[in-house]
């Protein structure tokens, strides 16, 4: 039960997800940046109450590089449009089906990267683990970061130069 609870969470949150699709939702530019800053802090506040080894940023640093480049590419994955018209006109968002996949994909691959007996080579039992949690923490750092500033420039380019799809 304990295994297969995750996957089953993770399959209905994915199905949710799936059937929202087909709808666009209004794409908020001036709100982009909170996210951002909460996933920052939260980041920030677990490296200052558990600083990282030499190897744990260097963890932390590939976790924000390989983070950044898949939220950039889900970013510029996702339908972005113009709705209306002058002073009514505003950025619209749809998800695509390749973004959501890559999202699982990510998943997938994170089962087979981190086997259950974690990373060798640390030699005390818990360094492999805060190893693994340091380069979580700047995955998602970079993830967030990357995905918010990505929509941020792609709408903000459509607004600037009139384009109602990209």
């Given at each position: 039960?304990?295994?297969?609870?995750?996957?089953?969470?993770?399959?209905?949150?994915?199905?949710?997800?799936?059937?929202?699709?087909?709808?666009?939702?209004?794409?908020?530019?001036?709100?982009?940046?909170?996210?951002?800053?909460?996933?920052?802090?939260?980041?920030?506040?677990?490296?200052?109450?558990?600083?990282?080894?030499?190897?744990?940023?260097?963890?932390?640093?590939?976790?924000?590089?390989?983070?950044?480049?898949?939220?950039?590419?889900?970013?510029?994955?996702?339908?972005?449009?113009?709705?209306?018209e002058?002073?009514?006109?505003?950025?619209?968002?749809?998800?695509?089906?390749?973004?959501?996949?890559l999202?699982?994909?990510?998943?997938?691959?994170?089962?087979?990267?981190?086997?259950?007996?974690?990373m060798?080579?640390?030699?005390?039992?818990?360094?492999?683990?805060?190893?693994?949690?340091?380069?979580?923490?700047?995955?998602?750092?970079?993830?967030?970061?990357?995905?918010?500033?990505?929509?941020?420039?792609?709408?903000?380019?459509?607004?600037?130069?009139?384009?109602?799809?990209?």
């Amino acid at each position: 039960m304990a295994t297969y609870l995750p996957l089953a969470i993770f399959v209905g949150i994915m199905a949710l997800r799936m059937m929202r699709m087909k709808k666009a939702r209004p794409l908020r530019l001036p709100l982009l940046w909170i996210m951002p800053l909460f996933v920052t802090a939260a980041v920030a506040l677990a490296f200052y109450g558990m600083p990282p080894s030499g190897l744990g940023w260097l963890c932390a640093a590939a976790g924000v590089v390989v983070g950044g480049a898949i939220g950039a590419q889900r970013a510029r994955l996702m339908h972005l449009h113009i709705e209306g018209e002058g002073s009514k006109a505003r950025v619209m968002m749809r998800q695509s089906p390749l973004a959501i996949l890559l999202i699982v994909a990510v998943f997938i691959a994170r089962r087979f990267v981190l086997p259950s007996g974690g990373m060798q080579g640390s030699g005390h039992p818990a360094g492999n683990a805060l190893l693994v949690m340091d380069a979580t923490l700047g995955f998602a750092l970079g993830m967030v970061v990357a995905l918010r500033l990505v929509l941020w420039l792609r709408a903000r380019t459509m607004v600037a130069n009139h384009v109602f799809d990209a």
